[in-house]
């Protein structure tokens, strides 16, 4: 495996966040187990953040670029 960061399943780690908030909320964990899920929840959470910033900022580039495309096309016209 290579050192690149892979980028998370989006809806996996949505899944997975879901799952934890109720295990969280039922209240059946131990402590030390609940702790450990709460941190793996904020993890996901941000990784969760990120992915979706990510998409954001090349959604706002396709946009851009196709917004050029348009200006050009019409000053041609």
Not at 6 to 35: F, H, Y
Not at 44 to 50: K, Y
């Amino acid at each position: 495996m290579s050192g690149q960061k892979r980028t998370p399943d989006l809806e996996k780690s949505l899944n997975e966040l879901e799952n934890i908030v109720q295990q969280l909320e039922e209240g059946d964990l131990p402590l030390e187990k609940a702790l450990k899920q709460f941190e793996k929840g904020v993890k996901l959470s941000r990784d969760c953040q990120a992915a979706l910033r990510a998409a954001e900022q090349r959604v706002q580039v396709l946009m851009d670029g196709a917004l050029k495309d348009f200006d050009e096309e019409e000053e041609d016209g």
